[in-house]
């Protein structure tokens, strides 16, 4: 924009500085200056290819010529005059910016005020006859002024225009972007929830197996220590099948998957007893770096507690608190059962040791009163 206002400002000008120069030589010489700024401006932009500044020269020259024309040559008529004020406030908001844009305003209503409250009425008693020649060129300098609007408008438009498009256009890829990253994030739940599903089927199948191999094996000590294993297969195996359940296979989902497991637990007890579990759990979903190892732990407790807890009683009740310490970032599980151990608690053996080392690998700590079980365990950050 910056060229073709240059090379119309300079042949315009030239024409109207050789038609006023024998009629109005004091207009003849601000043509001669716009003349000169134009040309100067081409040469510069020529040689740095940099628009800006002679933007800034353009809306503070004309703002300056418009002004002094104004206010200080009173014996030829203004209309071109506020023509170019409007051009320049124009040119500087759709080129400089609101800013400058505002300034630039602002000049001229200052310079308008002044001209109202001084030059107006000596104006009019100074402004001289026009002769034929003159209203030709006040004409043709008319028609440029409302060409020149008309060109900053239009280019105001028409980059207003070219940025909505442009914009349309980065938004349709963002959306073809966005609905491509969805389709691959739903490929991708779809592939994992096949996984956990394959996964889970295949523990089902280990778990037929050991209870088909344990139904061939006639030592009781034998096919209770297959129910342990059976059990513990089928803590991973519940993990599992939850999550290809889960709408996000990531996390699962702790009380729903807590009842479920312990349920399955007590249903599954050679202990004939009505077990009740209350389960409380403030923490809504746990990811599986968690929910494997802590639903591996409650399995030993459950099954600890089924073992040694109720027999010979007729109901028992098991309690498990979740309870989720944000300022700490940890969440405390709290194990007990309501019943009466008739063997002492063993300070060693597998179902303890592996308690220590599920504990371990959540990087928590667990304390131990008796049968009732207190484990801190780190959330993930």
């Known amino acids: 924009m910056a060229w073709r206002l240059s090379l119309i400002f300079s042949f315009v000008f030239v024409v109207l500085g050789i038609l006023v120069i024998q009629i109005d030589w004091k207009s003849a010489i601000v043509y001669g200056i716009v003349v ?31 002004q002094f024309t104004l206010n200080f040559i009173l014996n030829t008529a203004h ?13 500087a908001f759709t080129t400089l910016g609101k800013n400058a844009g505002r300034g630039i305003l602002l000049f001229h209503c200052l ?11 000596e104006h009019y008693q100074l402004v001289e006859y026009h002769n034929f020649e003159q209203r ?42 966005n609905e491509a990253v969805l389709s691959k994030n739903r490929e991708n739940i779809t592939l994992v929830k096949e996984v956990h599903h394959r996964v889970k089927n295949n ?12 139904s061939e094996i006639e030592s009781e000590e034998a096919q209770k ?35 479920d497991l312990t349920a399955e637990l007590v249903s599954l007890s050679e202990e004939r ?51 989720s310490e944000s300022n700490k970032g940890c969440i405390h ?23 220590e080392i599920l504990t371990e690998q959540m990087e928590g700590k667990c304390t131990r009163e008796g049968s009732r079980y207190s484990f801190e365990i780190p959330l993930e950050q």
């Open 36 to 66: 000169v700024i134009a040309s100067c401006l081409l040469l510069y932009m020529a040689k740095t290819k940099n628009a800006r500044p002679v933007y800034w020269v353009y809306a503070i020259a004309a703002s300056l010529m418009t």
């Open 79 to 91: 209309y071109t005059d506020f023509l170019w004020i409007l051009s320049t406030i124009i040119f």
């Open 111 to 121: 310079g308008i005020a002044y001209y109202v409250t001084y030059g107006f009425n």
């Open 136 to 177: 030709i060129v006040l004409y043709v300098e008319i028609l440029l002024g409302l060409f020149t609007i008309s060109y900053l408008l239009n280019q105001y438009v028409s980059f207003n225009n070219y940025t909505k498009n442009q914009l349309k256009i980065l938004n349709q890829n963002l959306e073809d972007q």
């Open 203 to 214: 523990l089902q199948i280990i778990i037929s197996l050991l209870r088909m191999q344990r």
């Open 225 to 259: 220590q297959f129910n342990v294993a059976i059990n513990r297969i089928l803590t991973m195996s519940m993990i599992h099948q939850k999550l290809y359940q889960e709408k996000e296979p990531s996390k699962i989902n702790i009380r729903d998957y807590l009842e």
């Open 273 to 323: 007893v009505s077990v009740r579990v209350n389960l409380e759990a403030d923490e809504e979903y746990a990811d599986l770096k968690m929910i494997v190892p802590l639903g591996l732990l409650i399995n030993e407790l459950v099954a600890n507690s089924m073992k040694h807890a109720f027999k010979g009683a007729s109901e028992g009740t098991i309690n498990i608190q979740l309870k």
């Open 333 to 355: 599980v709290n194990y007990w059962d309501s019943g009466e151990w008739l063997e002492p608690t063993k300070e060693s053996g597998f179902g303890l040791e592996l308690i």
